[in-house]
């Protein structure tokens, strides 16, 4: 059974395969998006759980896509990729309603985890 | 005396103070004995004339005296013969005894007698004066030349009636007639006169030795008191003028002079006190050019500095975004490969290696974000325990650090702090620096954190101590001075601790230093602790 459908936007290849390849093995469906566009395009097909979204990107950056997200589908969690952790961002994006914010080089773990997180986070802000 | 004139020659010093005091004191002196010494013989002139007079007088009466017998008995003979005997005496030049009508009736020279003289000759003349009828019955005194080197006191006396001599009894005289005749008696007064010469040369002579013995005296007084005192004052001017501050007069009389040295000594030393400040203002002048040059190079080094830590902060952000992805990449590929090799293993272990290193990288490239300033510029809750082991990722690495023993005392329950972790970091990397200066690569730095509080409220107070050899009492007051530092240039730029100050302090803390020679140093950070919105 899929534990939830997450969409990856980011710029990198290597992040977006890491990412997939990271949570494939754990029973996550994974979506993968090169920018924000294709991002946006994505979530008006597909229903999305989670968004894992790289901050720092060419056309449209992370807080934008945020944004978004949270303004067409409030009920969609986001966490946020940081290639570098700059405290004034990371809050800013919290404020804006990212669940969390994870830090580049990140273990597979670490992903895993806070996605689980997220996820629950998700399920039970939906059972109430 | 005759050095005094030398020396006044020499300096012609005749328009010197000295010249002008001799010249106006020996001139009123001059004048003064002149007119002290007329006077004075003037005075003793008169004297000897009036005594020759009074004795003139007494004269004319002895002779009248010692002739009123002869002419009372009327004895011509015996008259003549007692004029001509008074006549014959020392100093007595002529004795004439005229009848009414002004014929010589006796005389001490035979020839005159009968020789009749009128009115105008200069017997009668004093008494019936030049044109002459009223006759004078006081006997006339005249002092005249006549053609002989010395002087003649000419004196002439009435004879007058009597009774005795009216009735008499050759009644030659009527009882009438009130003047009978006169004596005329010239009396020489060469004795006077030489005696008048000897005492005004005596006079003169004593004069003239005062003089000299007054100007003997008043020259000495004089060089004493004021030329030589001058004269060393002048020097003492030229030495002061050509520029020997050390001259020193000795003059130390109590009088205007010596007051006059003593404030010259005064105003030379006080002149060698202002030029020696002047000079020594200008060595230090030149100290403080010379250190405010260094300094503003320092500043340079540090404007460069912090530019090349500015730009570096760019840089590393950049780097860190591009390296973190493919580090992204390594970490988690690493990771999967991991799980397909059993733990033990080799592989496991080689791909532990390479998850190791990729986190080192990635480590790396955040204590560079951490110290560059320009990647977080606000306050935000952090551990300091994180922001020291960051500081400490950075620098541990370094060649310098091998033989440093770094020693970490974290209290695990530290309150978070409002802080800008990466200026923290600068902090912490300075004190972490010097600390590895002063132990000069070898030793221990030991590093602990711990909640404190006090009556100001709750703080956390981060250590850090070495084992260096202290810092001096001198240098201690100015170490967190600007711009101070003992290290070389180019090493040191001073700023470290400066910065940290006013970092620190725009946290709201403080920052203080206790420090031992020969036993090391500790550097105290306090900043307040961080209170949770509940
Ligand atoms: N732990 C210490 N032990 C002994 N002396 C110290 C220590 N820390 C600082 N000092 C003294 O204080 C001076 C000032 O330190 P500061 O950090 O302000 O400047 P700096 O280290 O000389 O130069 P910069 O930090 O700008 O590179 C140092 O030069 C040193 O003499
Ligand atoms: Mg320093």
């Known amino acids: 059974m899929k534990k939830g459908i997450i969409l990856v936007i980011d710029d990198e290849d290597i992040v977006r395969t890491s990412c997939s390849r990271a949570l494939t093995p754990s029973g996550y469906e994974v979506k993968l998006a090169k920018n924000g566009h294709e991002g946006l395009s994505i979530m008006g097909g597909d229903k999305i759980d989670l968004v894992l979204t790289d901050l720092k990107m060419p056309d449209m950056d992370g807080i934008e896509v945020l944004k978004k997200i949270k303004q067409d589908w409030p009920g969609v969690e986001v966490i946020i990729i940081t290639g570098y952790q700059t405290v004034d961002t990371a809050v800013k994006s919290i404020k804006l309603g990212a669940f969390d914010y994870i830090e580049k080089p990140f273990t597979p773990d670490a992903l895993i985890n806070a996605v689980s997180k997220a996820l629950d986070h998700k399920n039970k802000s939906q059972q109430t | 005396m005759v050095y005094i004139f030398k020396q006044m020659l020499v300096k012609k010093s005749l328009h010197s103070l000295t010249g002008k005091l001799i010249l106006t004191i020996g001139t009123l002196m001059v004048v003064g004995s002149s007119i002290f010494w007329y006077l004075l013989f003037r005075h003793q002139e008169t004297e000897l004339i009036q005594s020759s ?5 007494s004269f004319v009466e002895y002779v ?6 002869g002419m009372l008995t009327f004895q011509q003979l015996l008259i003549q013969q007692t004029i001509e005997a008074i006549g014959s005496a020392e100093g007595v030049l002529r004795v004439r005894i005229f009848d009414s009508r002004g014929k010589i009736a006796y005389s001490s020279d035979k020839k005159d007698i009968g020789t009749v003289v009128d009115k105008k000759a200069p017997v009668c003349v004093g008494c019936h004066s030049a044109e002459g009828t009223h006759p004078k019955d006081t006997p006339t005194v005249l002092i005249s030349k006549d053609n002989r080197d010395f002087r003649v006191l000419n004196i002439v006396q009435p004879i007058y009636n009597e009774v005795a001599c009216y009735t008499s009894t050759c009644h030659a005289h009527p009882r009438q007639q009130k003047v009978l005749g006169l004596v005329e008696a010239n009396l020489s007064l060469a004795v006077l006169d030489k005696s008048i010469k000897n005492q005004g040369l005596a006079i003169t002579i004593y004069v003239l030795v005062f003089l000299f013995v007054i100007s003997v005296v008043l020259c000495t007084i004089l060089w004493n008191l004021v030329s030589t005192p001058v004269s060393l004052l002048t020097r003492g001017m030229e030495k002061v003028a050509g520029g020997d501050l050390d001259y020193h007069l000795d003059i130390n009389t109590k009088d205007e002079i010596g007051e006059l040295a003593q404030a010259f000594n005064a105003m030379t030393s006080d002149l060698k006190k202002a030029k020696n400040e002047l000079v020594e203002w200008g060595n230090t002048l030149e100290k403080k050019v010379q250190e405010k040059t260094e300094a503003i190079h320092r500043a340079q080094a540090q404007l460069i500095h912090s530019e090349k830590l500015a730009s570096l902060g760019r840089m590393a952000a950049g780097v860190a975004h591009e390296i973190n992805s493919p580090l992204t990449g390594i970490v988690t590929f690493g990771h999967l490969l991991l799980k397909k090799f059993p733990q033990g293993s080799e592989e496991n272990e080689d ?7 990729a986190n080192r990288c990635s480590t790396i490239i955040k204590g560079l974000l951490g110290f560059a300033r320009a990647s977080a510029a606000e306050k935000a809750p952090v551990n300091i325990n994180d922001v020291i082991s960051h ?16 020693v970490t005392n974290f209290d695990d329950f530290l309150s978070k702090v409002r802080a800008d972790s990466s200026q923290l970091q600068q902090v912490f990397l300075n004190l972490i620096m010097n600390a590895a200066d002063a132990i000069e690569g070898k030793g221990t730095i030991t590093m602990s954190t711990r909640n404190i509080r006090d009556n100001s409220g709750d703080w956390v107070e981060i250590e850090f101590r070495d084992t260096g050899p202290g810092i001096d009492d001198e240098n201690l007051a100015k170490i967190f001075e600007p711009f101070f530092t003992t290290k070389p240039v180019g090493k040191g730029t001073g700023l470290g601790l400066a ?3 006013g970092i620190i302090q725009e946290h709201g803390g403080s920052i203080s230093v206790k420090t031992k020679r020969g036993e090391g140093t500790s550097f105290f950070i306090k900043l307040p602790a961080y209170k949770e919105m509940p």
């Open chain 2, 351 to 357: 791909i532990q290696v390479i998850i190791e290193q």
């Open chain 2, 64 to 69: 009248i005296k010692s002739n009123r017998y």
């Open chain 2, 391 to 406: 500081s400490l990722n950075i620098v541990k690495n370094k060649a310098d650090f091998f033989n440093i023993k770094i």
């Open chain 2, 53 to 57: 007079v009074k004795y003139g007088h």
């Open chain 2, 499 to 501: 910065v940290s100050h």
